[in-house]
């Protein structure tokens, strides 16, 4: 895969820290979605082991597991006991985990015990697009790497030397400046549920469809892909109330709506983006999928209509 090249800062000074032997031994990698923070978290892994390769007998990768949403103590138990083994090669180990922020409750105390005594020669990378769902403890014993989201430009460039031709335009439109996200996807059939579930919303917004018939249609194919695309849809709105065209990293509610004839207002937007990733998160657990996307556009209808009916008076 091409050097994504706007890491190219990120990656000189993590160069730099490690040949003057001051690589940090925990590391938070706090990404815009898509932005390449597995990408990062991999390379600085092939930094300090001199590999070349995606695997190493002193690099230990820490993912949910099948189909769970969640790292669980039992993962970060047995990181723990290979990080204090002795390296194979009698240089560093390196320890990732993404995404962090799925990271238990129970599995997050037992990482804390290996960040505030970790062993000699370790490296320990947390992957994140919301940190704030890590506890304060972790945060404060990692030094953050941001990365936004690049350009329009760069992003496209990338994905054309990656990918080859395509529509990528329109699928950064949709999946939001995600270009690692993006090039996993098939450009075209993304570019199509995009476009369908972008007119959904409208519909739903302006209550001119049926919550009940919408969610069955989505929930029987590619749902994952059509939660991203609400999930998007709505941060646009967010950020657009901030008056600013940057991809936010990482979005906290607040209070009050800024321009009055928004169709939703900043609060009523941010609890609907939390119930859009709440399912995500809950997408492999029994869960009513169907009944869950309804109770959310039927929320979205009610606002749009509320909102409405408040710039009528």
């Not at 895969?1 to 925990?26: G, Q």
């Not at 600013?244 to 979005?251: A, D, N, Q, S």
């Amino acid at each position: 895969m091409t050097v994504p090249p706007w890491l190219a800062k990120e990656m000189a000074a993590l160069r730099a820290a490690y040949e003057a032997d001051r690589m940090p031994h925990a590391l938070l990698i706090h990404e815009a979605p898509g932005a390449g923070g597995e990408w990062l978290a991999n390379w600085i892994a092939q930094l300090v082991l001199k590999t070349d390769r995606n695997q190493h007998p002193d690099w230990i990768s820490v993912r949910p597991i099948e189909d769970s949403r969640q790292i669980r103590i039992e993962q970060v138990r047995e990181l723990a006991q290979e990080l204090a083994l002795t390296s194979h090669q009698g240089g560093y180990k390196v320890g990732v985990l993404s995404p962090a922020d799925v990271l238990n409750r129970f599995a997050a105390n037992a990482l804390l015990k290996t960040l505030e005594e970790p062993p000699r020669h370790t490296v320990l990378i947390l992957v994140a697009t919301q940190p704030s769902r890590l506890p304060a403890t972790i945060l404060s014993r990692c030094q953050r790497v941001r990365l936004a989201a690049p350009s329009r430009t760069e992003a496209v460039a990338w994905l054309e030397s990656t990918r080859g031709k395509a529509d990528w335009e329109a699928v950064l439109d949709i999946l939001g400046d995600a270009p690692m996200l993006a090039a996993e996807s098939d450009a075209s059939a993304v570019a199509q549920i995009g476009a369908e579930v972008r007119r959904g919303l409208e519909q739903a917004a302006a209550g001119t469809s049926d919550p009940v018939t919408t969610a069955e249609q989505w929930s029987r194919a590619e749902l994952p892909l059509r939660l991203t695309c609400f999930e998007n849809w709505l941060t646009e709105r967010i950020r657009g109330q901030f008056g600013t065209k940057g991809f936010l990293t990482e979005v906290g509610a607040v209070t009050y709506l800024q321009p009055p004839e928004t169709v939703l207002n900043i609060r009523q937007l941010f609890e609907l983006l939390d119930g859009v990733r709440d399912l995500k998160s809950a997408l492999e657990t029994p869960i009513n999928r169907g009944l869950a996307l309804e109770s959310l556009l039927r929320h979205l209808a009610s606002r749009g209509r509320t909102d409405a009916v408040s710039r009528a008076r």
